[in-house]
């Protein structure tokens, strides 16, 4: 049998009975893992292996949002704090080289502690271009304001992961950095022109195309489609992230479960789907909504596991890395421009 076309998350430390349960009848194609999953290494390499037990499946994807700054759901005392992406922005104007080098670097680390835990799969990097004005909620986790150096930067850090044999997945497409409302609350609106979302948002997302997955922006463009955000928006899907901007690769919504969307979790669902995204996400890990998005989301088939099966057959293995020669190396990167503590 195959996969049902969700990710999901799960609500603690180890999986409950319901939870097993739940994972071999529905049959998510992967899982994601958050803090409240997380506390010891030991731990977490034990719920992933358990995770992929229960599926049977030695390749199921796990994803983590391990960023740096303050989104990184791994961190002390067990693994090392890592910059945010504006740290590399920062150090890029100064010397392009040396910003480019340590985003790759710091990427490369990140990978390092998460093929430890059997984790193959996080959703970084951004190319989300903030503006003036807009929410906190991207804020410094983004790498500029200029197009192509959002996309050089976030370049690097696909690098730097996929030389630490995890996959990336590029968010929040097609652009989170207008939004002027946090998503996790509440439906952020974007009445900014084409042709100017073409030229700076898009434009970050286009030499990224390539990349195997991407996560989608909750986000309204009243200049596309005033009636619904990108992630349940086919017009926005079709036009823009599979066709101006070019994305082949595996679509993803983000959280299901964010107060962004609107209707039961259920009606979100089928918008999702209707709307041509491969992937549901679901993240809180509450069963009951677990259950309502398995039922709502197909078999995984056609053009959406063509791709799901081509993200998960590009990841390669580790290539040998000297850890502490490597944090060595970024944080005199960083120290260099006097950033240790952005």
């Given at each position: 049998?195959?996969?049902?076309?969700?990710?999901?998350?799960?609500?603690?430390?180890?999986?409950?009975?319901?939870?097993?349960?739940?994972i071999r009848q529905e049959r998510p194609w992967g899982f994601i893992l958050f803090k409240?999953?997380?506390?010891?290494?030991?731990?977490?390499?034990?719920?992933?292996?358990?995770?992929?037990?229960?599926?049977?499946?030695?390749?199921?994807?796990?994803l983590i949002d391990q960023e740096g700054g303050r989104v990184q759901r791994l961190g002390p005392p067990h693994w090392p704090v890592y910059p945010p992406g504006a740290v590399f922005g920062a150090l890029y104007d100064l010397d392009r080289a040396a910003g480019l080098s340590a985003a790759r670097?710091?990427?490369?680390?990140?990978?390092?502690?998460?093929?430890?835990?059997?984790?193959?799969?996080?959703c970084l990097p951004l190319a989300d271009v903030?503006?003036?004005?807009?929410?906190?909620?991207?804020?410094?986790?983004?790498?500029?304001?200029?197009?192509?150096?959002v996309a050089?930067?976030?370049?690097?850090?696909?690098?730097?992961?996929?030389?630490?044999?995890?996959?990336?997945?590029?968010?929040?497409?097609?652009g989170h950095g207008r939004a002027t409302a946090d998503t996790h609350?509440?439906?952020?609106?974007?009445?900014?022109?084409?042709?100017?979302?073409?030229?700076?948002?898009?434009?970050?997302?286009?030499?990224?195309?390539?990349?195997?997955?991407?996560?989608?922006a909750h986000v309204v463009f009243s200049a596309l489609d005033p009636a619904h955000p990108a992630t349940t928006s086919a017009t926005i899907i079709e036009q823009v992230i599979r066709g101006v901007i070019g994305f082949q690769g595996l679509l993803m919504s983000d959280d299901v479960s964010m107060n962004a969307l609107a209707g039961s979790i259920a009606e979100r669902t089928?918008?999702?789907?209707?709307?041509?995204?491969?992937?549901?996400?679901?993240?809180?890990?509450?069963?009951?909504?677990?259950?309502?998005?398995?039922?709502?989301?197909?078999?995984?088939?056609?053009?959406?596991?063509?791709?799901?099966?081509?993200?998960?057959?590009?990841?390669?293995?580790?290539?040998?890395?000297?850890?502490?020669?490597?944090r060595a190396e970024l944080d005199a990167l960083i120290n260099r421009a006097g950033m240790a503590g952005a």
């Open positions: 049998m195959g996969s049902r076309a969700f990710i999901t998350g799960v609500s603690g430390l180890e999986l409950s009975a319901a939870e097993r349960e739940f409240r999953n997380i506390e010891t290494p030991v731990q977490v390499a034990q719920l992933v292996q358990e995770l992929r037990n229960v599926i049977g499946s030695a390749e199921a994807p796990v670097l710091s990427a490369r680390l990140i990978a390092a502690d998460l093929t430890e835990l059997g984790i193959t799969v996080d903030p503006v003036d004005g807009a929410d906190a909620v991207i804020g410094n986790r983004a790498y500029g304001t200029e197009p192509a150096k050089a930067i976030a370049r690097a850090v696909t690098e730097g992961l996929e030389q630490g044999g995890v996959l990336p997945v590029l968010k929040h497409i097609p609350f509440r439906l952020p609106e974007v009445d900014t022109p084409r042709g100017e979302l073409e030229r700076t948002d898009f434009a970050a997302f286009q030499p990224l195309a390539d990349l195997p997955m991407a996560m989608t089928r918008d999702i789907v209707a709307a041509g995204c491969d992937m549901v996400l679901h993240c809180n890990g509450k069963l009951d909504e677990m259950r309502e998005v398995a039922r709502e989301t197909p078999e995984l088939s056609g053009k959406a596991l063509e791709r799901a099966s081509r993200a998960l057959a590009s990841r390669g293995a580790p290539q040998p890395l000297d850890r502490e020669a490597a």
